[in-house]
């Protein structure tokens, strides 16, 4: 599908309403939340192609990106949190991952 994108359901000042992805930018969709039914935690990762699911997957593992999220939260541990991944790619070269939007929910752990 040439129109995939992702729907931002509560944009704030500065964020699109929709995230569509084009040829050479992809978006990735991260949350890590409490599960619904009460116990334990879920992580979702789902991105606009499969290459911006892997970047978003790669953000995760990376210590050195996910410790900079937790810094720029100024927080000791890193809270439930929804995340928008922006990625990109010049042909031959490593995606790149930059966020986007983010919503941290601190008080609920």
Do not use: W
């Amino acid at each position: 599908d040439d129109t995939t994108a992702i729907a931002n359901r509560a944009p704030v000042t500065g964020e699109e309403k929709v995230y569509t992805r084009t040829d050479s930018t992809g978006y990735c969709a991260v949350a890590y939340l409490p599960n619904p039914n009460g116990n334990g935690n879920v992580l979702i990762i789902e991105g606009t192609t499969v290459e911006a699911t892997e970047a978003g997957g790669d953000f995760l593992l990376s210590e050195d990106r996910l410790s900079g999220f937790q810094r720029m939260l100024h927080v000791d541990k890193l809270p439930y949190f929804e995340m928008l991944l922006k990625t990109s790619q010049v042909k031959g070269t490593p995606f790149v991952a930059t966020i986007q939007a983010y919503r941290a929910y601190p008080n609920q752990h």
